[in-house]
């Protein structure tokens, strides 16, 4: 029996995989690229305090799924990410950023790590995609990040996705709602297990994130969040609607949306995916305007993102079939070996092709022809070079298109330039 295996919540992505995160991860730079978003990189690590401060005490995040570990002679602790926004305006306070551009447009696709119970898309160490606008949280600034979100989306053929968008006003608006709230619900203590309750007493806006049955029809006669909310923000929120409108952008008003992290405020988004079961949300974010002062701004920094799970994003692409076209990339060619005791020349020819950008392999097991050529096949590579001794005295070499089984000798200069004119003409049409 094996001695090692990966942690609970952990999971290796084996080559054979890499190539569907490595065409979700480009279509991300791409579509990013196209909206100004630059990618930052920040620390795997944090203080524990700057999550604390950001996230929220009330949340599940920072009361049961952090890692938080104390390597630090003076009893620091410091925490593994569970989430990426708090890090990223962090690292813009330290660098003074906005003191060089008062909008900084910046994404990411970065590991994170928390408690979670592991199941399908739910890991404890889990990928994220995500962006923040930092310096802008107008409703230009806000339909814009959701644009950029629901491009990417388009840009992997991804269907049947659905955006549900709120409002949940500034502090003030919310700390009036969250009296009245706990208000309605307390006579209704005694169906709420031990996590609603706490809930309850802290933030009682979480109880609306509910998907017991008996909650929601408590809920249901629940005051609105709405009828609290003052008209500028009532307005702003209306000019949201109308540029997601603008620009094609088809949503759900749900009046139950709150988000699970405390630094939310106003608008706040969640994208959902039929094919994800009931834990059906595959991203998400909202404005976080008074984050900054949270971590010691001495002013607040107007911000908008959003984080979408990579797991639960290629689950959804697996199922609506969109990922059976992307092949692993292979060899563009096999050096063949047909006599070993020219394994010199094939070493020679291999290095040449690879100096010419050409990705090239070429048997390093002492195999027979047929081997060989069965793994050049199985490794998916376009064409096999044949390295024989008429190849090295006459400088001239076979090359098979293993596609079309065709085969013609060229030189090597005319197999780089062949092969570089039928990858291009190959992308072209793909």
Not at 210 to 231: C, G
Not at 281 to 299: E, F, P, T, V
Not at 328 to 335: I, K, L, S
Request: with cysteine; charged share 25%.
């Amino acid at each position: 029996m094996l001695q090692y295996r990966a942690v609970k919540g952990t999971k290796d992505i084996f080559p054979d995989e890499i190539s569907s995160w490595k065409h979700v991860e480009g279509v991300i730079h791409r579509v990013a690229g196209l909206y100004g978003f630059q990618e930052i990189r920040t620390p795997v690590f944090e203080y524990t305090e700057l999550f604390q401060r950001s996230i929220g005490t009330t949340t599940d995040i920072v009361g049961k799924e952090m890692f938080t570990f104390k390597p630090e002679p003076d009893g620091r602790s410091v925490t593994l990410r569970p989430e990426m926004t708090a890090g990223v305006m962090r690292a813009c306070l330290q660098g003074n950023l906005l003191a060089l551009s008062p909008i900084h447009k910046l994404y990411y696709i970065a590991e994170l790590f928390r408690k979670e119970r592991p199941q399908a898309g739910r890991q404890r160490q889990f990928s994220q995609f995500g962006a923040e606008m930092l310096g802008a949280s107008s409703p230009e600034a806000v339909a814009e990040t959701i644009g950029m979100m629901m491009h990417v989306f388009t840009a992997l053929g991804v269907t049947g996705l659905r955006l549900r968008i709120n409002t949940l006003g500034d502090f003030e608006d919310r700390a009036r709602y969250k009296k009245t709230l706990r208000e309605y619900l307390e006579p209704y203590a005694s169906l709420f297990d031990e996590q609603l309750r706490e809930r309850m007493d802290k933030n009682p806006l979480r109880i609306l994130d509910s998907k017991s049955p008996d909650i929601q029809a408590v809920i249901a006669d629940a005051p609105k969040l709405r009828d609290f909310l003052s008209p500028p923000t009532l307005g702003e929120f209306d000019q949201v609607l109308l540029y997601l409108d603008q620009k094609a952008i088809t949503y759900t008003i749900d009046p139950l949306l709150v988000r699970g992290l405390d630094y939310y405020c106003h608008t706040a988004f969640e994208v959902v995916s039929p094919e994800l079961g009931a834990q059906d949300a595959i991203g998400g974010g909202g404005r976080y305007d008074g984050l900054a002062r949270q971590l010691g701004s001495k002013s607040d920094v107007p911000a908008v993102g959003f984080a979408v799970g990579m797991e639960r994003l290629l689950i959804t692409m697996e199922k609506q079939g969109l990922l059976e076209h992307i092949e692993p990339e292979g060899p563009q060619v096999y050096v063949v070996l047909q006599d070993r005791e020219l394994k010199s020349y094939a070493v020679d020819v291999c290095d040449s092709l690879r100096r010419s950008g050409i990705r090239s392999e070429m048997d390093l097991g002492g195999r027979s022809i047929k081997a060989q050529m069965r793994e050049a096949n199985k490794v998916g590579a376009a064409y096999a070079l044949f390295v024989g001794r008429n190849e090295v005295e006459s400088r001239t070499y076979g090359l098979k298109d293993l596609k079309t089984a065709e085969q013609e000798c060229f030189s090597l200069q005319e197999i780089v330039s062949r092969i570089g004119k039928d990858v291009v003409t190959r992308s072209a049409r793909e």
